[in-house]
């Protein structure tokens, strides 16, 4: 009856976890069963800061104030509009120590972490900040580093201070972390010399982790002064006192703020140590620092040679230094969320809470998307695997658990209130039937060709596996047998030149013109295939010999049935089918004029259609979709196709660049073109490094293999590899960053930065693991 609807409908469904035990079991995340990554730079949104992997964990973080004449600069969250010449992680291994370099103008910061185990609540850590000064700006006399810590809505921190104004230590005490303190070392010069200060501390109570760049701004005020002997009395910027805003809302963040204001160059050390650690031989500062630290970069050196043998291939020290900063940037990326999605379905009304979660993951970009995104997190990984494979184990269980009963996983996830602060509101919400593309399924088959999976995680991921294909193969299934369509493109057809595929991951690259059910979307059907091969495998693993995957894998791997779906003789390459035509163009709409007195309204750009759509293959559309087969290795060594997509690959005029294949020939109608006034061309002839990374990896392969096209494979693939190695070298040498794409006439960098998400897999270029 009705009862029974609303537990088991559609809407209720849509919220409803997925009913199999927990890919994690119940603890192997926390302090005792993990004490080793319990503590973590897992905040990548904020240039210097740790959590631990807890749903209400305290935090730590680093602000540093410019103090110039009659104003301050303050540096937190990574943002872009900072404008900082460079940052980034120069070497970190994901669980002991992080060694990253900020250069602010006129200064640089170099921010050190190390961990030390003990006790029974992942043990102490240490931080060593040091600032330098720089050419890349006129040196200030002096700045402020702004050193807190936080709870988030349980715990307590008490304050010690000292002299006065000075918060020497804190005491405190959280749920996971029992008691704690944290001390504040005075500042020195880099051979420990004392150095003259001013300080200042802040106790507030905060809406959140979200608002405390607000608080510590509202709380500046110049009055205080800064007179090192000898010199002259200059004012500076303290925080002070904090009005918090009365009002009803929850107050659920504690936070006490140490300030230092001193001279660059300097040196200030902070160290957390845990109540549970018994007896500490000496206390992990100053020379006892240094020798850790040491340590971490000989063992780190050492282990990146033995992973990637960069050094045995030849390549350089400066090569090797940028290789290393990749994967580093990698490790710090990765971020510790939790919260909830807000998600929709076609039987909601208004958005629902998803159920809360925790994910433990990688971020494309620390200052743009600091959250987990499904597709690039396979991209990630499949680095990461090499480096880490627990590690890459414990991402993907975190992702197959926010997995709902119908197999779903949404595919941004904007968990907690720091991720949700930099997310507009219009992207936050998740729609049910959105895929993107299962890049897991990649890695998987990674960690299966590593001999890193055992028995038991495959066991317990399977029922997960199982429901998350079956949720691409019924949802997003394609009007034939063994073909499929991604759901959800732009609906509002009129004004966009081509309507987007957001899900696909290749968001504006020009699909049919006019969305319909007819649709074969050639990329998904070839994720499908590569899903279905490791289903197949992960199901015989597990002692299920007999399964429809299997039957599903051989189906999606015969080229001659992709070939009556996908293949276009008059287009002489793959391609997606649908309701498409080729004349659409974007045109100034024509107004009427408006009834006397009114203004007259401002034309928009709209598309207009001067030829009717047919059901038909999709022309002018060569590009990244077209090479699908190929990428992901479908194609027989000896069809006749494959020397047909190495061909369009390699010709100039179409999809070859000297930084690495276009996502879109240069002879396509839609080749650099505004998909509305306001959205300017994505994947329509940028270089994308993780579609590089697939060409260049299935071009090795091609390479391997017997074949009349494997000598030409051959050699497109040491071209690529050059490439596109050589570019995003370049541009990290040139602009300090990696970014999320390049521009195919010229190489640089464009998008956003850093965007080490995806650029971060030419390490597995260099070091030929594919
Ligand atoms: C926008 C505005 C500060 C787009 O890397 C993440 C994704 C990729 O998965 C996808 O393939 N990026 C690519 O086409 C970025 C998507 C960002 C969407 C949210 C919010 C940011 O405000």
Known sequence: GCGLYARWGPAARLVAPHASPRALPPGSTGPVAAPARFWGSYRPQVYFGMKTRSPRSPVA????????????????????????????WLLHDGTHFGVQEIQDLGFSLQTEVVKRPGGQHGGDWSWRVTVRPERTGPTPPFISLLFYVATDGQGRLQPLIEEKSRLASLRGQT??????????????????????????????????????????????????????PGLPKRHYFGVDVYQGQAGDRELRSQLLIHQVTVA???????????????????RLLAETLTQELDKHVVAFEQRFEETFGLSRKGFSEQEQHFARALLSNMLGGMGYFHGHSLVQSPYTEAPQPYPAGSLFTAVPSRSFFPRGFLWDEGFHQL?????????????????????????????????????????????????????????????????????????????????????????????????????????????????FLNPKTLTSGLDDYPRASHPSEDERHLDLRCWMA????????VATRVGEAENDY????????????LQRHHWSEALNTFADYGNHTQGVALERE??????????????????????SPRLQFVGGALGYVSLFPLLLQLLRPDSQQLGSLLADMKNKQKLW????????????PFYLKHNTEHDPPYWRGAVWINMNYLAVRALHHYSQVEGPYREEASKLYHELRTNVIGNVLQQYLDSGYVWEQYNDSTGRGQGCYPFTGWSALVVLMMAEEY
């Open 590 to 611: 024509r107004l009427r004029p408006p009834p006397p007195g009114q203004p007259s309204p401002i034309p928009r750009l709209v598309r207009v259609v001067r030829k």
């Open 383 to 495: 680095l990461l695997a090499r480096w880490d494979p627990a590690l890459s184990r414990e991402v993907l269980a975190h992702w197959f658990d926010l997995m709902n009963v119908e197999g779903w996983i949404p595919r941004e996830q904007i968990l907690g209130d720091e991720a949700l602060a930099k997310v507009p509101p219009e992207f936050v919400v998740q729609h049910s039937q959105a895929g993107n593309p299962p890049t897991f399924f990649l890695v998987l088959q990674q960690l299966l060709r590593q001999g890193a999976v055992e028995q038991g995680y495959l066991r317990r991921i399977y029922p997960r596996l199982q429901s998350w294909y079956g949720w691409y193969n019924h949802t997003q299934a394609g009007p034939l047998p063994y073909t499929f369509r991604w759901r959800g493109r732009d609906q509002d057809t009129q004004l």
């Open 61 to 88: 973080g680093l602000m540093w104030l410019q103090q110039l004449e009659g104003d301050v600069r303050l540096r937190h969250t990574c943002e872009q509009s900072d404008g900082l010449p460079r940052y980034g």
């Open 550 to 561: 299997t039957h599903m894998a051989e189906w999606l791997a015969d080229n001659e049935l």
């Open 657 to 668: 660049t000297p930084f690495g294949l276009r996502s879109l020939s240069r002879s396509s």
């Open 530 to 537: 590569v899903a279905s091969a490791v289903m197949a495998e």
């Open 175 to 228: 749920e996971e972390l029992g008691n704690f303190t944290v001390t504040f070392k005075p500042p020195t010069t880099e051979t420990g010399t004392p150095l003259y200060a001013r300080y200042n501390h802040l106790q507030a109570m905060a809406e959140g982790l979200h608002r405390l760049t607000d608080v510590v701004k509202s709380s500046l005020r110049p009055r205080f002064s800064y007179a090192p």
């Open 264 to 282: 660059v160059p300097c040196r200030v050390e902070v160290a957390f140590e845990s109540g549970s650690v018994p007896d500490r031989p000496d």
